[in-house]
């Protein structure tokens, strides 16, 4: 962790409980409650719909688990057309019910790294060649020099260049 303030508390050398320590170093009028009581409540809430639909799905999979006597029965009238369809279905609904819980055990992995203070999506990038002046500066990117000389002088058609 990068955060030097909080890199202390993680060391041991201060402890969250002592308020002397923790009292000068976070302030608990900074904290924006709205925001965080949104977010928990955001969250709540799609847990619980995740939550309703994994229950749906495998309410689905029982029911097409008591009922497959029936469709292996047909196998023999239709040569196993019904039973393929009761296959396809039930192998679906398999991976869709559990593709949810995947889905939140990667969410669960990558918290870490989306709340990272390291993480850069190219914002500080746009925002530098935003403050410079100019969105794009051709004679720094070799990537874009390569490119126009591949193509030739005809390729940027923008009055002005060349």
């Known amino acids: 962790m990068n955060d030097e303030l909080r890199k202390s508390y ?35 809430i799609m847990l619980v719909g ?45 991976l869709a019910g559990f593709g949810i819980i995947y889905a ?3 969410f669960m992995l990558l918290l870490p790294l989306i709340f990272n203070d390291n993480l850069s999506l190219g914002s500080s ?12 500066n051709e004679k720094m990117d070799s990537f874009y020099q390569k490119i126009k000389r591949d193509r030739g002088s005809g390729w940027d058609r923008r009055p002005g260049r060349v």
């Open 104 to 106: 939140l055990k990667l």
């Open 10 to 44: 993680l060391n041991g050398e201060k402890d969250y409980l002592n308020f002397r320590h923790s009292g000068s170093d976070f302030s608990v009028a900074k904290i924006d409650y709205l925001l965080g009581f949104g977010a928990g409540i955001f969250t709540v």
């Open 125 to 136: 990038f746009v925002m530098d060649r935003l403050y410079m002046g100019e969105v794009y």
């Open 50 to 94: 995740v939550l309703i639909q994994f229950i749906r799905r495998m309410l689905e999979l029982v029911m097409l688990y008591l009922v497959a006597p029936f469709f292996v029965a047909t196998i023999p009238l239709d040569r196993g057309d019904i039973y393929k369809r009761w296959r396809e279905m039930f192998i679906a609904k398999f």
